[in-house]
């Protein structure tokens, strides 16, 4: 990072903990008010709303000529006055451009309002479509997950080390896929089960930013998903990176660049990849950027 990208970084640690002392606030202090954006298992809070709208203002007050992609309001009316179903690829494509804030809010809705933990704030910084740092706040336990690019990775502002490649296979690894992941690829004809029944254990919290979190320190082997969007993972695979696991992606619908749903998959050793990777459907790899 720049001179200035470090007054940027140092900036957003100050802002992503503000921001997260007001989501404890507001648990504590007031009834959660709830609604399903497009199924009972996608919500939105109305501090998702708030505290995007907290995050972008702050953002734009200091770094007005900065661009915002956030999940409530899909990014273009942020900062061009342009709804999203106005918006040309072409003008999408400028936003590579120039430095972009990437938000989620709370990743991890239903955590944060049915059991006040599991979930995060996501705040990451891109430019010309290329990280300069991540940002993940597991606000009820109180951690962030700082990814710098190329100047490694820190929690709590402790520095941590690049970990070894792992050299397990998958009957020793512990795998973290979500029962729509399981649902969407046993419909395209993967044998789900048969592959989970030889790994060791899985784990599903249901926040994809603290799952990568635990990929990229060792907890788990191997995350894959195929319902996240961008602002789920531009943090937290900064992280990820920088402690020398692997994040690879695919687009669903490239057309919807940058606000359709990703392919992604997270993991250590390659080895148990190469295993998972045998079951998945041809459609899926088809779609995966190697």
Not at 4 to 17: D, K, P, S, V, W
Not at 31 to 51: A, C, G, H, N, Y
Not at 83 to 111: F, L, M
Not at 177 to 206: N, P
């Amino acid at each position: 990072m720049n001179h200035e990208e470090r007054g940027m970084h140092e900036f957003a640690c100050t802002l992503i903990q503000t921001a997260g002392l007001k989501l404890k606030l507001a648990r504590k202090q007031s009834v959660i008010k709830v609604r399903e954006k497009t199924s009972q298992m996608d919500l939105v809070t109305e501090q998702d709303v708030l505290i995007e709208k907290f995050l972008v203002e702050e953002i734009l007050e200091k770094y007005p000529g900065h661009h915002i992609l956030a999940e409530e309001s899909h990014g273009l009316e942020c900062y061009t006055g342009v709804s999203h179903t106005e918006a040309s690829q072409d003008k999408v494509n400028c936003d590579r451009d120039a430095y972009t804030w990437v938000i989620d809010p709370i990743d991890g809705t239903i955590n944060y309002y049915r059991f006040g933990k599991d979930y995060a704030i996501s705040l990451a910084l891109y430019r010309y479509g290329s990280p300069v740092f991540g940002l993940v706040y597991d606000v009820a336990n109180n951690v962030i997950f700082n990814g710098r690019h190329c100047e490694g990775a820190l929690m709590n502002g402790a520095r941590l080390n690049i970990l070894p490649v792992r050299q397990e296979r998958l009957n020793k690894a512990v795998v973290s896929m979500s029962l729509r992941t399981m649902k969407e690829f046993a419909g395209l004809g993967m044998d789900v089960l048969g592959m989970l029944s030889k790994v060791q254990a899985h784990r599903y919290i249901g926040c994809a930013s603290l799952e990568l979190c635990k990929v990229a320190n060792g907890e788990y082997d191997l995350f894959i998903s195929s319902n996240v969007y961008e602002w789920d993972v531009a943090a937290a695979r900064i992280f990820l990176e920088q402690r020398g696991g692997i994040f690879i992606l695919g687009r669903k619908e490239k057309s919807s660049f940058p606000f359709g749903k990703l392919l992604v998959a997270a993991y250590r050793s390659p080895s148990i990849w190469e295993e998972a990777w045998d079951h998945l459907p041809q459609c899926v790899r088809d779609k995966f950027i190697q």
